[in-house]
């Protein structure tokens, strides 16, 4: 049970589920994409929830999050491609985490790091194939391949993988899908050439994981998917929304006709009305943007948000038969269902997404701190766990998205 006003609870089925779509349609290992607190939805329990339901390892952005993983005791294969100047990587090469490297100069900051531990260091080569992003970019490859292969002469390092990130993996018909894998096929070679040959090849997010079996290679690397997100928008791939989002109503209260909603009062009541305020805010990730235009669920019902949403509530309008009124069924203490599964017909993360022309990732991955996480699972319930959400040494969102 939770005692917070807000909370994101976590079916951990549903990640479980979303993995054995993935791994069906592409026939190829997982990589749970477990990077930013794993989209919101608590990094450590998903990451052992997608492990147990067949994911062969975990790719985070950041080594920060790598090492959190491995302070939770988890020991599966862990992938970091987001470096800086500062990465620590000789606490990654203690900790056993497969380093992607994207240029000579975090090759050359590997091996000084191996070197002063007497480790080889494991890491995958990332390569810029078209993203035009991270990876090593086209004319720094031969130099990069070369200072490699001499790396792995020396035993300073063993190349585990080499992967990219696609420009337009949710149009999966289009040319520069095929044109990214053949690229990285090329590099492949060269690697070959210079006995530095990887041991896995993976360039495949959600989107192309579900649609182009014929990109998964040995792992694909999927994360919207697990969490049960909209890979492509239109397409139903059967995939379940992991996290919903409720809050408990703070207030029930009469407004006369004319009084005005929250700041500068954009909604004015027209009748007299019950509103009901819910403790979630844009501190919390609901973005300012979709003022007026959410909808909340409660007892079954949809009621509109109105007026601007705050900081740390909004207001949504029961109606002149709320509950005040004796005839209505909202009390204080009742739930707000904010978003969700979207099986009932009730809001979802997606339909924020539109509103707003943003994407469902941004919405789950910015639901804050102050939301509980709520973890459950029917294959060990007694897991469940309300976990304060970790917010700390997460800043760096990382690839892509
Ligand atoms: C390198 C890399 N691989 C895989 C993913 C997962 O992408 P998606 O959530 O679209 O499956 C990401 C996320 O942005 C990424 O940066």
């Known amino acids: 049970m939770t005692t917070s006003a807000l909370t994101a609870t976590i079916d951990l ?167 990214q894998a053949h690229r990285l096929e090329e590099a492949r070679d060269d690697l070959a050439r210079l006995g530095a040959a990887p041991q896995v090849m993976h360039l495949a997010n959600s989107p192309a994981a579900l649609t182009r079996a014929d990109l998964a290679y040995d792992l694909v690397r999927p994360g919207i998917a697990l969490y049960g997100g909209v890979p492509i928008p239109g397409r139903d791939f059967g995939l379940i929304p992991a996290m919903t989002l409720t809050g408990e109503i703070a207030l029930v209260k009469r407004i006369p006709a004319g009084q005005g909603v929250s700041y500068s009062h954009t909604w004015v009541a027209e009748r007299d009305t019950t509103i009901a305020v819910i403790p979630a805010g844009y501190a919390d990730g609901v973005p300012r943007l979709v003022s007026g235009r959410l909808r909340a669920r409660i007892n079954g019902r949809d009621f509109p948000q109105i007026g601007r949403v705050c900081m740390d509530q909004m207001v949504v309008d029961l109606g002149p038969d709320g509950s005040n009124s004796g005839t209505g069924d909202v009390r204080e203490g009742d739930v707000a269902e904010l978003f969700g599964t979207g099986a009932d017909g009730g809001p979802t993360a997606q339909e924020w997404a539109e509103t707003i022309g943003t994407i469902d990732y941004e919405i789950l991955s910015r639901i804050g701190g102050r939301a509980a996480r709520v973890h459950r699972s029917s294959v060990s319930p007694s897991d469940s766990v309300v976990t304060a959400h970790k917010v700390a040494g997460h800043t760096a969102t990382g690839d892509r998205r």
Not at 57 to 69: K, M, P, Q, S
Not at 159 to 170: E, K
């Open 13 to 179: 089925d549903a990640i479980a589920h979303n993995v054995g779509v993935v791994r069906a349609a592409s026939g190829a290992g997982v990589i749970a994409v477990v990077k930013a607190d794993a989209y919101g939805h608590g990094a450590v329990p998903v990451a052992r929830a997608a492990l147990a339901a067949g994911a062969s390892e975990l790719g985070v952005a950041v080594i920060g999050e790598a090492l959190d993983l491995r302070a939770a005791g988890i020991d599966a294969h862990i992938t970091a491609w987001l470096h800086t100047n500062s990465a620590d990587f000789s606490a990654a090469i203690a900790a056993d985490v497969d380093l992607a490297l994207s240029s000579r100069r975090q090759l050359a900051a590997v091996l000084d790091a191996a070197a002063a531990t007497g480790t080889t260091a494991t890491v995958t080569v990332k390569l810029d194939t078209g993203l035009g992003r991270s990876g090593v970019a086209p004319d720094e490859w031969a130099d990069f391949a070369d200072d490699l292969a001499k790396a792995v002469a020396d035993d300073a390092v063993r190349v585990r993988g080499l992967m990219c990130h696609l420009a337009r993996g949710d149009e999966p018909d289009h040319p520069l899908n095929s044109l």
